[in-house]
């Protein structure tokens, strides 16, 4: 080999290591950046003349794991559907204050008793005016806070709605940006570009995705990434696909998500993550209601349970206040309807201005029947046959409400319906710590497949340091050598 060539050799060999030398600083550099994959390089030797070159960086490339990040995306999606579902379980349960941890009765619970003994106080002293003003007045406390329940449905429902709109919002902008990065990373990889650090914010837009609807990806020849749910709606193709959330049932149109500016209804195909759960929230089908699942309807089931335990308590009230119907403690604000009545349960206005009116001699009757009535299925689940006259429950044809109990008294209603709501939390917050364990694992896999490690890179930038040592003197050899041949000239 000639001085030039060895030369050469040794000046493409150190531009060789210098690129080398700056893709594994990058690695070092960003060693703690959960978006970021290692990338390697892999080297080529030219030949010229029948002998061999200073290798050359032939591609740059980021270190995958496929199959494993397909496992990833879809236990992220899991745990995005868990972990709202236990947030929407807490809201309910935490509305009724069925999870409180300082000992005391939950509101609802303690409203009852303090009612209930304000009766057997006036059966003791029936014929004390005060008395008969407190059962009035723990009746209408009791009364106000059922209402002021119940009036939280809208405020509930708005609430989900938008959480629906926000995460429609962001598939829709991480959509465009997957589609924009598609184009790209297509366009540089046919110029034979390095792409490692495009599909790595690539792939954070798509693990955006991941928990508010669930995904899984398909990668062509070109390095483009198509986009589905888990239900096989695309997000993204050779374009984005941009999608809104209706909530109006105007037809043909009804609730649900649609591909924007269509009526196609896509809601079926979102089956993980946030939005799913979302939907199952708010869900108000006669088949969503009468599931076993408590966070499909959870929304108004919760109100039927409300609901079932207003119209109760008025009917083994009032039938122990006047079993003929002729006056009444409880009645109701406006025509009862299914779903209306916890929101107009009141006191009898005949009572409310003129204590006076109370009939004390059914107090203690009144105080037993709360203790001793007890209530069948069809009651508490409201499915009695209609009456020509109805009475309250109001009778229904549907009206499931996720309680399976019957014979029990009305605090074993109330029992029931506050027993339900910390159980569907208790069992969401297990099932989403199992979700977060799960993704967890999966995704320190991922990284350990593809993560950087610090001492490997290290080690690697003492290799680089010795080759460039060696080249140096290879440099300086030659350069002592040609000197020597310029002195010899002279």
């Known amino acids: 080999m000639s001085l030039s060539a060895a030369l050469n050799t040794a000046v493409y060999g150190l531009q060789t290591l210098q690129n080398q030398t700056r893709i594994v600083s990058g690695n070092v550099a960003n060693a703690q950046n959960p978006n970021y994959s290692r990338k390697v390089t892999a080297l080529t030797t030219p030949i010229a003349g029948g002998l061999p070159q200073a290798p050359l960086i032939a591609s740059i490339t980021r270190v995958a794991a496929p199959e494993l990040t397909q496992d990833l995306l879809k236990a992220t999606g899991d745990f995005g559907r868990l972990e709202q579902q236990l947030a929407y379980a807490k809201e309910l349960a935490e509305t009724l204050d069925a999870t409180n941890t300082t000992g005391a009765q939950p509101t609802l619970l303690a409203m009852m008793t303090r009612f209930e003994d304000s009766w057997k106080q006036l059966e003791a002293t029936p014929e004390n005016n005060d008395l008969k003003a407190q059962v009035i007045l723990r009746g209408n406390e009791l009364t106000a806070e059922i209402r002021r329940l119940n009036g939280l449905q809208s405020e509930l429902q708005n609430r989900a709605q938008q959480n629906i709109r926000d995460n429609i919002d962001s598939i829709n902008l991480s959509a465009i940006e997957i589609a924009k990065l598609n184009n790209q990373i297509s366009a540089q990889k046919s110029s034979g570009a390095p792409i490692g650090d495009l599909e790595d914010l690539r792939d954070s837009e798509i693990a955006k995705l991941a928990d508010k609807v669930g995904v899984r990806t398909i990668l062509n020849d070109r390095g483009e990434v198509f986009v589905y749910t888990d ?94 119907n002729a006056t009444q403690f409880f009645t109701f604000i406006a025509p009862a309807t299914p779903g209306q009545e916890a929101g107009f349960i009141q006191v009898d206005v005949a009572l409310q201005g003129t204590p006076a009116n109370l009939d004390a001699t059914v107090a203690g009757t009144v105080q037993q029947a709360m203790r001793n009535q007890t209530l069948t299925a069809n009651q508490i689940q409201r499915t009695t046959a209609a009456a020509a006259t109805p009475t309250f429950p109001q009778a229904v044809t549907v ?87 310029v002195n010899i000239g002279r």
């Open 231 to 324: 239900g096989g709606v695309q997000i993204v193709g050779t374009a984005a696909q941009q999608f809104q959330y209706n909530t109006t049932a105007v037809p043909p149109a009804t609730p649900g998500i649609y591909l924007a500016g269509s009526t196609q209804d896509v809601t079926a195909g979102f089956r993980n993550g946030s939005v799913r759960a979302s939907i199952d929230y708010l869900d108000t089908t006669t088949v969503g209601v009468a599931s076993s699942d408590p966070n499909v309807a959870s929304l108004q089931k919760f109100f039927n349970q409300l609901d079932s335990f207003a119209s109760n308590l008025a009917a083994v009230v009032n039938e122990a206040y006047d079993p003929t």
């Open 399 to 485: 009206d499931p409400n996720g309680l399976v109990i019957a014979n029990v008294n009305i605090y074993g209603l109330l029992n029931g319906v506050l027993a339900y709501a910390a159980r569907a939390t208790a069992v969401n917050e297990s099932n989403r710590d199992t979700a977060e364990r799960v993704q967890h694992t999966i995704d320190q896999k991922v990284r350990n497949l593809t993560g950087v490690n610090i001492d490997d890179e290290l080690a690697q930038l003492q290799v680089l340091q010795n080759n460039y040592a060696a080249l140096a003197n290879v440099m300086n050899t030659v350069t002592k050598m040609f000197d020597e041949l």
